[in-house]
């Protein structure tokens, strides 16, 4: 696989710094990648509304009329998979950073090994998002991404997977979990957990950022938090 990645940031010696830090990680850890550099937001926006090919794009914040967070909101209105970088030379911006699921905040001047360990984690949410669920439904194979599964519940003889749609097919929990990875936790019989849809933990209950409460089996509360803490490690 050929990643794609896009440096846009208004300083041309920023990015040129930034550009060969990439390719020195690509060589590194022996990654084909395809470098493009972006001079503004406008040019990155221009470019990628006839290419939405993009894995990784580094994102300077402070640039001309759009600036890196807005266009951010703008990517993310229609692609959740991009990984975002923002680097800048500020701390003021962390919080919408947050607000459109940026990967890591860099601040400048960008060191090497910070830079090499996001674009790693950048690459494994990558593989990571590549991972499909495979349902027999109503006699078709339906391909659900992993992430996009924020829980399954099984009901007698049927289970039901929570995904962008609800799917729900003649099957056991246990057969569906074979298809899953560490990223999903068994509470009880009945359900299987994305742990990064988890908002909230008590007793009882987990909370999924979408609202939905998910009942927890006596004695499940302390496993479910040390998953999630390995989760986020």
Known sequence: MIYHIAVCDDSEADSICISGLVRKWADKNCVAVKVEWFSSAEAFLFQYEED???????????????NGVDLAKKIRVE???????F??????YIADGYDVSALHYLVK???EEKLFSVLCRAKEKLIWQERKLLL?????????????????????NYVTVYAKEEYTLKSTLAAIEKQLDNSFFR?????????????????GQAELSGGELIPLPRGVYESLNRAII????
Do not use: C, H, W
């Open 52 to 66: 939405k090919t993009f894995d990784i794009l580094l994102l300077d914040v402070e640039m001309g009329q759009l």
């Open 79 to 85: 692609n959740s998979t991009i990984q975002i970088v």
């Open 87 to 92: 680097i800048t030379g500020y701390n003021d």
């Open 136 to 156: 027999s439904v109503a006699g078709e194979t339906v391909r659900i991404p992993l992430y996009e599964v924020r829980y399954i519940k099984v009901s007698g």
């Open 230 to 233: 390995n989760y986020e490690k």
């Open 187 to 203: 509470a009880g019989r009945s359900y299987s957990i994305n742990l990064g849809y988890i908002r909230r933990v008590s007793r």
């Open 109 to 111: 001047p960008v060191k």
